[in-house]
């Protein structure tokens, strides 16, 4: 993982946004250029693809689920299109000679640059069927399109030896039209977002790059930035727009550093000066980036597997079904993931270091960070409520008992201590209580742990054991797997009544169950023909309409459901 530091330096992109603003942007750092996702500080940054050869020219679905952008391996360059959870990309040219494409509004169509005919050129291809159509014809080289929020127009950068311009087209084809008429090269033009504006680059006094913005026919150009009044070497250039259209961002590029700068463009038009907040100094890195509101989670499921080698891997897929993704790829035995309450990040158990440890990473697998280094076994972590805390079991104290890590501090505290086997600890939704699995009576079953009070209640009292409890999302039920009746089975406590019923009849053994974020659901493993295979089911919570929901041919188990953040 990168420094945050080092990544705000290959920005290109405004911090002056809304909070959850979402920034994804290219960066050399480590070499090739990837792709990085930050928040609206530039923090928190992860990456979101690491594909061998350059990945540049991001640009955000109109939905947010995606990424496009510009993929360079071998000498050829291709435009490509990509889950902002990670996974194979998708390639919609093969021309070898795409380069940096845009969406249009309805996310169906994206506009973008190639020379497989010979001079840069623009073409529209249809998402749906891949139809491709040619947009511009003439002899001129025309790049850097941006699609208009209205969809209707495609404003792009257009360059000959008669003229250097801003240019518009319909987006359905149509004769060009020339909005810019000044001295010098004009580029990299902008849609603001409510397509009142475009901001673009150019070069009024000489080699020197300023910015400016006109009206969506050209009319009232303005320049924004005079940077070349402050040192004759200085270049501004790639305006991005911040979602709400307050401020731009740009980079400065003086001499060998490359500057990253916000402007706030309130009062800007009544000054001849440049106003403006420097954001970080780097050397010379080349990038690309786009904005986007955070958009709602996605509702996925995350789940160990042992399809991808002997070892417990974690995995993610939607939970609708579709492209599974591997989250970790140690060789290491990675297990019981849950998804944060905000659905940014996926806390785990992981060997990868030898010993049994707690891990963080992001939705998407990056960012990985170790949350424990003891000696002893730190297994089994579950959320607070309010994400702020993670219960686990844990031998650090001798015994395996349960323990509270408090996030913000780093803090340990134990909760219990009976020199007996206490673990799988879950959380209930009000924060009050913890049910977790123990032995201290000879048998293993389930207890609730009152935290205010420190006060024990053990649940179950059957043969056989009792174990792995998951409470429901409104925290009535507690669902938790018995062995009983002779097999591996479900069952529901009911808060309210105080009964204990088994939730199916399925003739198979049935485990590692969890909840949908509805309560709607249940998501289990299931036993049929053999021992190596545990697919995963769904159920309503009374067992019926069971089915089939994914299995690998392998091991799949201790699935999480939850709305995993777009970013």
Known sequence: MISSTALVLALAATLQ???????????????????????????????????????????????????????????????????????????????????????????????????????????????????????????????????????????????????????????????????????????????????????????????????????????????????????????????????????????????????????????????????????????????????????????????????????????????????????TTTRANNRRPKISPDGRWIAFESDRSGNADLFLMRANGTCVEALTEHPGVDLGPTWSPQGDRLAFSSTRGGSADLWVLDLSDREFQQITKHGDAEWRPDWSPDGRTLAFQSDRDGNEEVYLLNLDSREERRLTEAEGRDGWPTWSPDGTKLLFFSERDGISALYVWDRATGKQERVSSLDSSSFFASWSPTGEQILFSRVIDSHSDWPLWMAKPDGSSARLFFSSGARDFQADWGGLSSW
Request: hydrophobic share 35%; with cysteine.
């Open 17 to 327: 946004t809304a909070p959850s603003g979402i920034l994804v942007f290219c960066s050399n750092e480590d070499g090739d250029f990837d792709l990085f996702l930050s928040d609206a500080e530039g923090r928190d940054a992860r990456r979101v693809a690491n594909l061998p050869g350059d990945e540049t020219w991001p640009r955000w679905s109109p939905d947010g689920s995606q990424i496009l952008f510009c993929w360079e391996k071998d000498g050829a360059s291709n435009l490509a299109v990509m889950s902002v959870f990670g996974g194979e990309p998708r390639l919609l040219t093969n021309d070898g000679a795409t380069a940096e494409g845009a969406w249009a509004p309805d996310g169906e169509r994206v506009v973008y640059r190639s020379s497989r005919d010979g001079n840069d050129v623009l073409y529209v291809q249809d998402l749906v069927d891949d139809s491709v159509t040619r947009l511009t014809h003439g002899e001129a080289s025309d790049w850097g399109p941006d699609w208009s929020p209205d969809g209707e127009w495609i404003v792009y950068s257009t360059a000959s030896e008669q003229l250097e311009a801003i240019a518009m087209v319909s987006a359905d084809g149509g004769e060009p039209v020339i909005l810019t008429e000044m001295s010098g090269e004009e580029s990299t033009p902008r849609w603001s977002p409510d397509g009142s504006q475009i901001a673009f680059s150019a070069h009024p006094d000489g080699p020197s790059c300023e910015l400016f913005v006109m009206g969506p026919r050209g009319e009232d150009p303005r320049r924004l930035t005079f940077d070349s009044q402050v040192d004759r070497h200085a270049s501004s250039f790639s305006p991005t727009w911040a979602p709400d259209g307050q401020s731009l961002s740009y980079t400065l590029m003086n001499g060998s550093a490359l500057d990253v700068y916000r402007l706030d463009l309130k009062g800007a038009f009544e000054r001849e000066e440049n106003v403006r907040a420097p954001i970080a100094q780097s050397p010379s890195v080349e990038s690309r980036s786009d904005w986007i509101e955070a958009l709602p989670g996605e509702e996925r499921i995350v789940f160990a597997t042992k399809s991808f080698n002997s070892k417990a891997e974690i995995a993610s897929i939607p939970a609708g079904g579709g492209e599974v993704i591997r989250l």
